[in-house]
């Protein structure tokens, strides 16, 4: 595929990043990636740098990395932010500390680089919060290319708030105030660790926003994406339902089937109801033009946070799952966070 059938409509600009800080002290940039070892050994749920205005020169990043046998590698800080400009004067790079990533092709081709300390622990640690940064810690450097597959999934919400009802508002702060848009990508790469190398294959999502967000209202969330072996691909994201409502306070998906990118609605979503390691079912029914979608999923790869201060003491999943769809199984991601309240933890 060229960059106009990959960009979703954007224009390629819209995959490259700022020259400098924003105007607007809350306008972030912000590109995350969900990836996952083609055979399930391990997954990288959730690598992303947030570059936030009000700290440009201070970001945040995030990296996860789990492990079949239960074991995650976690590391979150902030880190100084390298110049934007490549050799060639393009605005390719968003990097922050010990992460760094690179557009080679907008909307084609990333590259992206961690080297950098993790804590190291089993995800069993994360549930009964006692993964502290006090446990023996690990280096691990990781360098893989990334090259897009599928069209990019854009929610545009650029419109002024004012002209939408107060729920629509809510969520599209939520979601953030300005463009999003995710690509299922496969990978190549090498990961060191432990006086080890790692070569893997892998697939997973991209994700790269330029918006103002505000999780103020935020209730929870549940998003699920998986790339298949024959080039199918689905994502969704659904909000919990307002009080007094049954139904998903937003609800948006898309198919990729034989070429085409199929705007899909949500029937039954897995949110996120109680905290446990692995083998939580995730399956998904989707509704389109095809009709009737099953996607059945069981977690593995899974990484928490308990009562996360992130985003409002939402408790929150990132994590994998093993998909099934039509006879297929691909390694997918999960992220789902819920209101403690809603949400039984099992150890």
Avoid at 74 to 95: N, V
Avoid at 98 to 118: A, K, L, N, S
Avoid at 214 to 235: I, K, Q, V, Y
Wanted: hydrophobic share 35%.
């Amino acid at each position: 595929m060229n960059t106009t059938s990959l960009s979703g409509g954007l224009e390629p600009d819209k995959d490259l990043v700022f020259p400098g800080k924003p105007g607007h002290p809350e306008m972030r940039e912000s590109i995350s990636i969900w990836m996952y070892e083609e055979n399930g050994r391990f997954g990288f749920p959730r690598i992303g740098i947030e570059a936030e205005a009000w700290s440009w020169e201070d970001r945040l990043y995030h990296a996860n990395f789990a492990f079949a046998d239960g074991r995650v590698l976690h590391q979150s800080g902030r880190g100084p932010a390298p110049s934007p400009l490549d050799e060639y004067k393009r605005l390719t790079i968003l990097g922050a500390g010990p992460m760094t990533f690179r557009c080679i092709e907008p909307f084609q081709r990333w590259h992206f680089t961690y080297d950098g300390p993790v804590i190291d622990g089993m995800v069993s640690e994360m549930i009964d919060a006692s993964f502290k940064s006090s446990t023996p810690s690990n280096r691990v450097r990781v360098d893989a290319d990334l090259t897009m597959v599928t069209p990019a999934w854009v929610q545009d919400n650029s419109a002024d708030p004012e002209g939408m009802t107060e729920q629509e508002a809510a969520n599209a702060q939520a979601m953030g105030l300005g463009y999003r848009f995710e690509h299922h990508f496969r990978a190549t790469g090498v990961m060191e660790i432990d006086d080890q190398c790692f070569e893997f294959s892998a697939t997973g999502t991209r994700v790269h926003r330029q918006s103002i967000r505000n999780l103020g209202s935020f209730t929870g969330h549940c998003w699920l994406s998986a790339l298949f072996p024959d080039g199918r691909a689905f994502s969704c994201l659904v909000y919990p339902p307002a009080e007094g409502s049954s139904e998903y306070s937003h609800n948006d998906a898309v198919i990729y089937q034989d070429g085409r990118m199929i705007p899909a609605r949500v029937l039954a979503a897995p949110l996120l109801s109680r905290i446990v390691a692995c083998d939580d079912d995730v399956s998904v029914v989707l509704e389109s033009e095809l009709g009737i979608t099953r996607i059945a999923g069981k977690t593995l790869l899974n990484t928490f946070r308990v009562n996360n201060p992130d985003i409002g003491g939402l408790n929150l999943q990132q994590g994998g799952a093993l998909f099934s769809w039509d006879g297929q199984q691909a390694y997918g991601m999960v992220e789902r966070s819920r209101h403690e309240s809603f949400t039984t933890i099992i150890s």
